[in-house]
């Protein structure tokens, strides 16, 4: 009796799910907790940026120090505030705002501030202050949008993985 293709990518299907339905049994006490918000500048600048560009930053942010204090920190927390926010490329918004702008051609310097405080899972409050700007406009080399901001968030990342934080 010959096996029907149709059960094999069923069976890969099911196979996935059990993977996944176990990673999220994982306990909530090993996850990180990190609440990011944004400082009153930044706040009055959202209009301008685009609500839905800025919060997926945030969400970015979010996952990468949540990453980096799973590895080194785990059962941490973290209070972030997002202070500054430039894009390398003009938003969504921006570019519905002024009609003249290149999507392509127009580069600008961009990057990411954040300030905050982790606390450990023993308690230990570390203080966070990182920010990460393109030198000059020759240094932008990136084709995204947000090309500097997720190097700073990397960056913060990697700082906080080597205990720098």
């Known amino acids: 009796m010959r096996k029907s293709p149709f059960f094999a990518p069923a069976a890969a299907?099911?196979?996935?799910?059990?993977?996944?339905?176990a990673a999220q049994a994982q306990p909530e006490a090993a996850q990180s907790a990190v609440n990011v918000t944004l400082g009153a500048e930044l706040q009055s600048r959202v209009d301008k940026l685009g609500d839905r560009e800025v919060g997926e930053q945030v969400a970015r942010l979010q996952t990468e120090v949540e990453q980096a204090l799973s590895q080194r920190y785990p059962g941490a927390s973290a209070q972030l505030v997002l202070t500054d926010l430039k894009p390398n490329r003009p938003t969504m918004q921006q570019m519905r705002d002024t009609p003249g702008l290149d999507p392509i051609r127009s580069v600008s310097i961009g990057g990411a501030a954040v300030e905050g405080t982790i606390v450990t899972a023993d308690g230990e409050s570390r203080p966070v202050k990182f920010?990460?700007?393109?030198?000059?406009?020759?240094?932008?080399?990136?084709?995204?949008?947000?090309?500097?901001?997720?190097?700073a968030f990397d960056r913060l990342g990697a700082g906080i993985e080597r205990g720098r934080y």
């Open 131 to 151: 920010s990460y700007f393109s030198p000059s406009i020759r240094d932008v080399y990136g084709y995204g949008v947000w090309h500097d901001a997720d190097r």
């Open 13 to 21: 299907v099911a196979a996935a799910l059990a993977v996944a339905g």
